[in-house]
């Protein structure tokens, strides 16, 4: 990443422990982990995650359309020139102005989200916060969940993932897509789990009070991982706060990490019963265990 887009991350330490109930669920796994002891010492990490619309992964590589797309074939990051602009952008696209045929009158545009990361050296602590946006008011398309919130990790092997984040796995044919047709899921391209082509998919529910541990490959599958411990989310006020647990080894679909590593990282809120494309998404950025990177997790 540049460092213009590295320094438009604002890097900073805000307050808010989590509760001990939350902490006790948490560390309460079989092998032991512990999440850190006060969140508020461990640094956050700021991104705006924007509504997206129809702009696929074949209209971002697409010269005629995206004027990005030669940046991106010379290896530029979609995060080097919009990371400033992403709440800009978000607005114009659901508005209707741009990339989105169907606009829902009232939903978000953009959503800022504190990030911050751990490890104790066998588990991976994940804990996202952001505020509620207001109520669009349109159709429930999720019943039973208000909000989900997912993250995705590739080890390198998913082509566009180190440019895009999990925006390799967002393509013009997938469901709810225009014309597309219903059945047909996520995918990467060349996505195999035999040949380590693939994202790790964490999800969490509101509604169900859930976690999901999956992965995205020639399809997504929601479940099936070994690696998620806990997944835990509360809103207190105005103010949603998720915690993942993930051990650093895990199963089939579960990528493995390990100390002085980067990953690409992204991450997604469905809010407002939101499903399918009409979320909040982030670009990609990096996850460092115990080494730089746009979200650095460090041991506790």
Partial sequence: ???RATAAMELKRTAGAAGLGLLCMLAGNPAGAAAPADWSKVPATSVTLFYPGVAAM??????TEHGGARALRKGDACADCHSEETAKMGQLIVSG???EPAPIAGKAGSIPVQVRAAHDGDTLYLRFSWKQPKPAGGARMDDKNPVKIAFMLDAGKVEGAGQSGCWASCHADSRTMPGAADTKKKYVKNGSLASGVFYDLVQWR?????????YVADARVMEGGKALVAAE???DGDTWTVTF??????GEGDVTLAPGQVYNFGFAIHD??????FHQVSLGYKLGIDTKADVVASKQ
């Fill in 58 to 63: 074949e209209w971002i590589t697409k010269g």
């Fill in 1 to 3: 990443m540049s460092k």
């Fill in 97 to 99: 102005q741009k990339l």
């Fill in 245 to 250: 647990a993930r051990k650093f080894a895990g």
């Fill in 272 to 277: 407002d019963h939101a499903a399918g494309r």
């Fill in 206 to 214: 509101s509604g169900e009070k859930k976690g999901y541990d999956g």
């Fill in 233 to 235: 989310g509360k809103l």
